[in-house]
């Protein structure tokens, strides 16, 4: 049986003061209902707190080990009785997100997130999808943003936004690839070959069969993006990634007819967090929010 706090109590004055009358008037108890509580107090845990005799009292061995964790209960009680009376720290959570979706989209949203969910403080950690999914796993993060394939039953997720993906090269290059067979000239740049990009152009309603020279793979897809702009190959890239590069003409989408695969980008956390109030939360403030 758990002690109540007010036994506790009334064992923490009697510690402090040593006088079991002095201590009875600190907790407004008559001496008789002080001295109940301190025997009950004693019954329950199977064991002497004090060594009494008419002219003193002095803790036991077990009194002065049971001191610190009583004194560390009753605040814990008295942080609980005052929870809504003061300003409580902030609930952090450590979100995790792949490099150029955090500073495209994440970080740009952080204000938001403060100004709509202000007792919520977000760390961010940076790492590449299945990197996340592990981090997840193991409580290093607590949630994270990804649009890596979930196959974890111990793993939900909330979707965020959809993503859009474009085959594309740079303009000048673009220009030798005119049928299937061209691309087999050129390389194919991609993340990595456990969870490839070009998957979402091959499995497209229609695509034709492309061969390529051989695959470069880069991690990130800032830097395949980099590649591309620098002509050293053709890559399937986020629409919303590489909107500018489109408008500005720096690269051109191929085989344009062909309409890629879509995906979207969740907050995934464990099944198991007493969080999922929390996740809700910013999985709504993100998804009101634009895609960069």
Known sequence: MLPSIESLRCFEAAARTLHFRSAARAVALTPAAFGERIKKLE?????SLFARTTRSVQ?????????PLARTCLMAAEACATLGEKAQPPL??????????????????????HAKLPHLEVNLYFGS???????????????????????D????????????YVLVARADLARTIRKPQDTAAHALLDSSPELP????????????SLGFARTVSLG???AIRMRVLAGAGVAVLPAYHVRRDLEK???????????????????????????????DDVARVLAAETLR
Do not use: M, W
């Not at 952090?92 to 997130?113: I, K, Q, Y």
């Open 92 to 113: 952090t959570l450590r979100l995790g997100t792949r490099h150029e979706l955090g500073l495209s989209f994440v970080v740009p949203s952080l204000d938001v997130l």
């Open 59 to 67: 803790l036991t061995r077990e009194g002065l080990t049971l001191l």
């Open 220 to 222: 990130t897809i800032e």
């Open 249 to 279: 003409k720096r690269i051109v989408r191929l085989f344009p007819k062909i309409v890629p695969v879509n995906d979207h980008f969740r907050l995934v956390y464990r099944k198991d967090d007493v969080r999922r109030p929390v996740y």
């Open 129 to 151: 999808g299945q990197d996340l999914l592990l981090r997840l796993r193991s409580f290093d993060i607590d949630c994270a943003i990804t649009s890596s394939v979930l196959t």
């Open 43 to 47: 019954d329950d845990l199977g064991v």
């Open 197 to 208: 990009l070009f998957r979402y152009f091959r499995d497209a309603v229609g695509s034709p």
């Open 153 to 164: 039953p111990k793993l939900d997720a909330q979707k965020l936004h959809r993503e859009d």
